[in-house]
C-alpha cells in the first residue's frame, strides 16, 4: 500500500508544499486540498511541534496543577527557550455535556479558560485532546455529534492544538455503519477527521491538528487532505527499547510523506521515562530529530534529571529535527544489528545516525562504516552532537557504539 502511497503524495507535494525532489513523480489523481479556504489560515508546524503532554508519566491521573507545573518547569529548564512550546492535556480532562450539550471539564480542571490564560502567560500554548468518536480511548466524553460546538469551545477556552484520538469511533461508528465492508470503514474514519478539520478552521483560531489512529489505512497518504499537520504512525509507545525499535523500524518508506506543515508522528517522547538507559533515551532522541518527530516530551518535568535535560535540550540534535528543509531521515543500511540513517539538511549539510541496536556488540567487533554507501567521497568533516566535538569520518572507519547507543554527526559541507 505504501508504494502506491507515494504518487498520491506527489500530488500534494507538487501543487501545495516544498518537498524533496523525490516525490516529484507523476501525479496520479488530483488532491482535494482548498488552496483557496487554506489560504487566510496562519500557517502552523512549518517545522515539526515541540511541547510536552501529560499521558506519557501521568496518563489518567494528569490534574490542572501537573499542567501548571509542566509549563513553570517548560520555561524554568530552559527547555521553553529550546523550543519546547505546546503544555498539551491528553486524555482524561472531560466532564459532562450540559443540557445545551456544551461539554465541561471535570473536577482535575476546574476552569479551562483560567488554565490557559496561565499557560499562555508564560509565552507557551496549550494543547487539548478528543476522539471523533462518543467516548475517548479512557473512557471520557468525546466529540461525535458535537464536533463544532466542542471546536468552538476550545477556541472560546484558547487552545491552540488538538489532538483526536480514534477509539470508540471504531466500534461506534465504523463497524456499527459498515460492519462489512472495511473500505467504507475507512471513509468514514477520514469523513470524521475531515469533519473536525472544518469545525477548527471555522473557528478562525490557528490551532494544530495532530491526528491518532494509529497509522490505519495509510493515514499519511491523506493527512494532509484533511488538514493534518501531524498524524501517529503506529500503535502507542511505552518507555522501553523494544517498542522504541520497532517503532523506529515502522517509519521506513514514509519519508516520502512529510513537509512543512505536516508530519509523521511516531508517538511522544519517553526521554526520562521508565527504566530506559542514558543511551537508549539519547538513541530515542536523536532517532526522533533524524525523523522530524514532533518532540513532545512525557517526562516527570518537576523530578527532571540533570542528564535527562541535557538530552532534552541538546541544541544541535533540536536543529536536526527543526531543521526548515523538513526532510526526514531514511535507513541508508544495515550491517548486522547497526543501523545508519541519514538526513538531508538545508544547506547542503547532512545528518547521519549510527545506532547499535544490538543488545551487546561493542568494541570486540567495531562497525565500520561505509561512507561510500552514503553516496560520500572520502574523509569527511564532522561535529559529534553528543559530545560536541569535531571529527573526521573515514571510509570504513571502525567505531565502538555500546549496546542501543548512537552516533550522531552533522557534516556541514558533505563531499
Ligand atoms: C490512546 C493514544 C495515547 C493516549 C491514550 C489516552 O491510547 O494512542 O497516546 O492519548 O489513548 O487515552
Redesign the pocket.
Known amino acids: 500500500m505504501r508504494i502506491f502511497a507515494s504518487l498520491s503524495v506527489a500530488v500534494l507535494a507538487l501543487t501545495t508544499f516544498t518537498v524533496s525532489a523525490q516525490t516529484a513523480a507523476t501525479p496520479k489523481a488530483p488532491h482535494k486540498v482548498n488552496q483557496k479556504s487554506a489560504a487566510p489560515q496562519v500557517l502552523v508546524a512549518q517545522t515539526p511541534p515541540m511541547g510536552w503532554n501529560s499521558?506519557n508519566f501521568f496518563?489518567?491521573k494528569v490534574t490542572d496543577k501537573n499542567i501548571r507545573d509542566a509549563a513553570d518547569e517548560i520555561v524554568s529548564t530552559g527547555m521553553k527557550d529550546a523550543g519546547y512550546i505546546y503544555i498539551n492535556i491528553?486524555?482524561?480532562w472531560e466532564g459532562d455535556r450540559d443540557a445545551d450539550g456544551v461539554l465541561h471539564s471535570n473536577s482535575k480542571f476546574p476552569d479551562m479558560k483560567a488554565l490557559a490564560d496561565y499557560v499562555h502567560s508564560k509565552g507557551l500554548k496549550l494543547g487539548i485532546?478528543s476522539s471523533p468518536g462518543p467516548k475517548?480511548?479512557?473512557g471520557y466524553a468525546a466529540s461525535l455529534d458535537h464536533e463544532v460546538q466542542d471546536a468552538q469551545l476550545y477556541a472560546s477556552w484558547g487552545v491552540d492544538y488538538l489532538?483526536y484520538?480514534l477509539?470508540s469511533f471504531r466500534e461506534a461508528v465504523m463497524t456499527k455503519q459498515a460492519p462489512d465492508d472495511p473500505a467504507a470503514q475507512m471513509r468514514l474514519m477520514e469523513a470524521a477527521y475531515a469533519k473536525m478539520d472544518k469545525a477548527l478552521k471555522a473557528t478562525g483560531r490557528p490551532i494544530v491538528y495532530s491526528l491518532?489512529q494509529?497509522g490505519w489505512d495509510s493515514v499519511w497518504e491523506w493527512g494532509p487532505q484533511v488538514g493534518a499537520n501531524l498524524w501517529?504512525t503506529t500503535?502507542?509507545i511505552r518507555p522501553q527499547w523494544n517498542s522504541i525499535y520497532s517503532i523506529l523500524g515502522e517509519q521506513q518508506g514514509l519519508a516520502k510523506y512529510v513537509a512543512p506543515g505536516h508530519w509523521n508522528d511516531p508517538?511522544?517522547l519517553e526521554v526520562g521515562n521508565g527504566r530506559l538507559s542514558l543511551a537508549e533515551n539519547r538513541a530515542h532522541f536523536s532517532m526522533w530529530a533524524m525523523l522530524a518527530a514532533p518532540l513532545l516530551a512525557g517526562n516527570d518535568l518537576p523530578n527532571m534529571k540533570p542528564e535527562i535535560k541535557a538530552i532534552l535540550t541538546n541544541p544541535d540534535v533540536i536543529a536536526i529535527d527543526q531543521d526548515k528543509l523538513g526532510h526526514e531521515a531514511t535507513k541508508a543500511y544495515s550491517d548486522g544489528e547497526v543501523d545508519v540513517w541519514t538526513r538531508h539538511l538545508s544547506g547542503g549539510a547532512m545528518g547521519i545516525a549510527v545506532l547499535n541496536a544490538g543488545s551487546d556488540r561493542y568494541s570486540t567487533h567495531p562497525f565500520h562504516l561505509d561512507l561510500a554507501k552514503l553516496g560520500l567521497h572520502g574523509a569527511q568533516k564532522a561535529k559529534d552532537l553528543w559530545t560536541g566535538k569535531e571529527m573526521e569520518l573515514t571510509q570504513n572507519m571502525p567505531l565502538e557504539i555500546a549496546s542501543h547507543d548512537i552516533l550522531l554527526v552533522r557534516i556541514a559541507a558533505p563531499k
Open positions: 499521558w496518563a489518567g491528553d486524555d482524561t485532546y475517548t480511548c479512557a489532538k484520538d477509539c491518532c494509529y501517529r500503535g502507542d508517538d511522544m
